[in-house]
């Protein structure tokens, strides 16, 4: 298991307006060349790229509004592409291990490079007494979308480990209609259970359990 005391790496970054986590499935259209270029390359090379969240800085004007990146981020390995044409790319990729990210900079052709650490993977977590409500409402949204046939574009796929705190954590916070603020938040925690507890918490204040079955 790799922590922050692992030595810092560098790998390229795709910055998006949302938030994978580990064990999620995000699907990409890629057609810029600077994108097309980093798929051909980790196919090439069975390496991953980073999934960053897009922070705007409040304190600039619309005209000059500069652009950071969440310090957290989930490195994402290719599991499926389909090159529809030449300079167009439809990918499925699978989040793996999250990772914080020291430094970045933009090359010439436009694409990001990040130099990361990697946080340690979620210990495997039993779901406590207090947190099964929550649990039982991922277990139920999954039967929804298995009977509706729509597994295959959820942003998650089997094994469901829904006894676990840490996969429950983060398939509720990639469903949940929240801010990336507070997606972002969810992935920093290094705990699982204090992630589920979050959660729990948003789901009752939010009374979105409704909201999220319907």
């Not at 692992?6 to 064990?23: A, M, Q, Y």
């Not at 490195?75 to 499926?80: G, V």
């Not at 406590?128 to 409402?137: A, I, Y």
Request: contains cysteine; negative net charge; glycine residues 4%.
């Amino acid at each position: 298991m790799t922590n922050l005391n692992s030595s810092p790496r560098k790998i390229p970054l795709f910055p998006l307006g949302t938030v994978l986590f580990p064990d999620g499935v995000i699907a990409l259209k890629i057609f810029e060349a600077r994108y097309l270029d980093m798929i051909k390359q980790c196919l090439r090379e069975k390496t991953e790229f980073g999934v960053v969240s897009i922070i705007k800085n409040p304190n600039t004007n619309e005209e000059d509004a500069s652009l950071s990146f969440s310090k957290i981020g989930t490195l994402a390995q290719i599991e499926d592409f389909d090159p529809v044409q030449p300079a167009l790319y439809m990918t499925k990729s699978f989040g793996t291990q999250r990772f914080k990210l020291l430094s970045s900079k933009q090359e010439a052709n436009g694409l990001w490079i990040g130099e990361i650490a990697l946080l340690e993977n979620d210990p495997i977590t039993p779901i406590p007494e207090e947190h099964k409500k929550t649990s039982k409402l991922l277990d139920e949204i999954i039967s929804v979308i298995q009977s509706q046939d729509l597994l295959a574009d959820a942003p998650f796929k089997k094994p469901f480990k829904v006894d676990d705190c840490g996969w429950v954590s983060n398939r509720l916070a990639e469903l949940l209609p929240i801010s990336l603020i507070q997606k972002n938040h969810l992935l920093a925690q290094t705990n699982p259970r204090i992630r589920l507890d979050l959660i729990s918490e948003i789901i009752e204040d939010d009374d979105l359990r409704n909201q999220m079955m319907h």
